[in-house]
C-alpha cells in the first residue's frame, strides 16, 4: 500500500471530526446564530418590526393610562395641595409627619382604598379659592391627559420595550452576555420606580415649599395647571432615568467597556456631565438642579463600588471557566500545555 492510500483515510478522520465539531457547534448556537449571520436588509427589517412591536406596546400602555388619568392627575397634584395648605396653616411640608401623610394618601388613591377618609382629609384641608391650579384654556385639561397617557404609558410598557430590545441584540451576544439580561432588566425597573419614588415623596415636597416660600406677602401666586404637570413628570421621569447610573455601570462593567479606576480618573468630567444632565431632566431653576445632582453625584460612587464588585466576580468567573476548560482537556489546574 502506497503512502498516499495509507494517509487518505486520517485525512478522512480529520474531515469527520472537523465536521462534527461544526455540527456541534451550530447546534449549540441554536436559531440565535442563524439570525445572527442575516444578511444587512433582513436586519434593516427586523429592526422595523421590533419597533412596531415597541410602538404597539407603548399605545396600549398609553390607552390604558388615559383611562386612569384623572386618578393619575389628582395623585400628581397632592404634593401642591399639601404644599399650599402646609403654607396657609404654618405647617412645615418638608417634615417627616407631613411626607409619611402624602405617602399614606397616595397610596389611598393609587390603591382605590380609603375613598372616603381621602375625601374628609381634603374636606378638612381644601386649597382656598385663587390658589388651586390653573386651567388657561379650553383643552388644557385634555392635553394634560395625553401627556399623562403617553408618559405612563412608557413607563408600564418599559418591560416589552427592554424584551424586544433584547430579541434584537441576543443574537450577537454570547451566553455569558445574554445571562445578563434578565437581571439587568430587573433591576433597571427597581431603579426607575425607586427613582421617581424619591423624587415624588421627598425633592417634590421639598422643592415645592421652596418656591412657595419665595412668594411675597402682597403677592398670590396662581399656578397654570400644564406648567406644573410638565414640571413633576418631567422631575420623575428624570430620577427615574438617572437612578438607572448603577444598571448602565454594571452593565458596561460584565461587558469589560468600564473600570474602577477609570470611573476615579474621569470623575470630575463625570460631575460636569452630572450638572448639565440635571439641568435637561429638571426644570429651568438652580434648586431642582441641585435636588437632581446631589442624589446623582451620590450615584456615581455608588456606581463605582458596584463596578469594583462586577469588576472581581467577572475575574472570579473567567478564572473559573479557565480551570474548567484545563481540567475538561486533561490538564491539572496549575499545568500548562
Request: proline residues 6%; aromatic residues 8%; negative net charge.
Amino acid at each position: 500500500m502506497s503512502d498516499t492510500e495509507r494517509d487518505s483515510p486520517a485525512k478522512g478522520e480529520i474531515t469527520e471530526v472537523s465536521d462534527s465539531r461544526e455540527m456541534s457547534s451550530a447546534s449549540e448556537k441554536g436559531p440565535l446564530a442563524n439570525r445572527a449571520e442575516m444578511p444587512f436588509l433582513d436586519h434593516l427589517e427586523e429592526l422595523r418590526w421590533r419597533l412596531l412591536k415597541v410602538l404597539l406596546a407603548v399605545l396600549v400602555g398609553a390607552v390604558i393610562c388615559f383611562v386612569f388619568s384623572e386618578r393619575v392627575l389628582h395623585v400628581l397634584t397632592l404634593p401642591y395641595n399639601d404644599a399650599v395648605t402646609s403654607q396657609l396653616n404654618g405647617r412645615d411640608s418638608g417634615s417627616v409627619e407631613a411626607i409619611q401623610q402624602l405617602l399614606q394618601q397616595w397610596a389611598d388613591e393609587i390603591g382605590g382604598e380609603g375613598g372616603e377618609d381621602a375625601a374628609i382629609r381634603a374636606a378638612a384641608s381644601p386649597v382656598p379659592e385663587g390658589r388651586q391650579l390653573q386651567a388657561l384654556g379650553p383643552m388644557t385639561y385634555f392635553f394634560l391627559k395625553l401627556q399623562v397617557a403617553f408618559l405612563g404609558g412608557i413607563a408600564i410598557s418599559l418591560p416589552a420595550i427592554f424584551f424586544q430590545i433584547w430579541q434584537f441584540v441576543a443574537p450577537g451576544l454570547l451566553a455569558r452576555e445574554r445571562g445578563l439580561f434578565l437581571p439587568v432588566v430587573g433591576l433597571s425597573v427597581i431603579c426607575f420606580v425607586v427613582g421617581g419614588l424619591i423624587a415624588y415623596s421627598i425633592v417634590l415636597p421639598l422643592g415645592l415649599r421652596f418656591f412657595l416660600g419665595l412668594e411675597p406677602p402682597d403677592m398670590t401666586s396662581q399656578w397654570a395647571a400644564d406648567q406644573y404637570m410638565s414640571f413633576v413628570m418631567r422631575l420623575l421621569l428624570g430620577f427615574g432615568l438617572v437612578f438607572e447610573m448603577p444598571v448602565i455601570t454594571l452593565l458596561l462593567s460584565r461587558l469589560g467597556l468600564v473600570t474602577p479606576e477609570l470611573m476615579r480618573r474621569v470623575r470630575r468630567y463625570a460631575l460636569v456631565a452630572i450638572f448639565l444632565l440635571a439641568a435637561i431632566f429638571t426644570p429651568p431653576d438652580p434648586i431642582s438642579q441641585l435636588l437632581m445632582a446631589i442624589p446623582l453625584i451620590a450615584l456615581y460612587e455608588i456606581s463605582i463600588v458596584v463596578c469594583r464588585i462586577s469588576r472581581r466576580k467577572s475575574n472570579e468567573d473567567s478564572g473559573g471557566g479557565e480551570n474548567s476548560r484545563r481540567e475538561g482537556a486533561g490538564e491539572g489546574p496549575g499545568e500548562k500545555s
